[in-house]
Nanobody, 129 residues
Framework: QLQLVESGGGLVQPGGSLRLSCAVSASVLHSHAVAWFRQAPGKEREGVSCISSSDGSTWYEDSVEGRFTISRDTAKNTVYLQMDNLSPEDTAVYYC??????????????????????WGQGTQVTVSS
């Protein structure tokens, strides 16, 4: 049973762009918020962006707001993360995750990992010249 499958990672130069995709089950997009997290080497996993199932409202972590855009295509059962103006600090494994809830919720300006029940396997993003 398909849960969440990420794709689109790779190597990109600073200032470049990548678009990540997360294929999800049809029921997920209609009932659960979906988020992107990332984990850099030696660092804690952090929430990057989230999109709610109810109205498509979005949330972004401060360091990516204005550079990253989350979106969804309900016909393709896919959530995207468009990443522009990438910097080496964006290098990480990126994961998509299914929330227990319909809407995104931040706690002290961060997503809480315990709000998410299913995770993809991750896709590596490397920003380097």
């Amino acid at each position: 049973q398909l849960q969440l499958v990420e794709s689109g990672g790779g190597l990109v130069q600073p200032g470049g762009s990548l678009r990540l995709s997360c294929a999800v089950s049809a029921s997920v997009l209609h009932s659960h918020a979906v988020a992107w997290f990332r984990q850099a080497p030696g660092k804690e996993r952090e929430g990057v962006s989230c999109i709610s199932s109810s109205d498509g409202s979005t949330w972004y972590e401060d360091s990516v707001e204005g550079r990253f855009t989350i979106s969804r295509d309900t016909a393709k059962n896919t959530v995207y993360l468009q990443m522009d103006n990438l910097s080496p600090e964006d290098t990480a494994v990126y994961y998509c995750a299914e929330s227990l809830f319909r809407n995104c919720a931040s706690h002290f300006r961060a997503l809480r990992q315990s709000d998410y029940s299913s995770w993809g396997q991750g896709t590596q993003v490397t920003v380097s010249s």
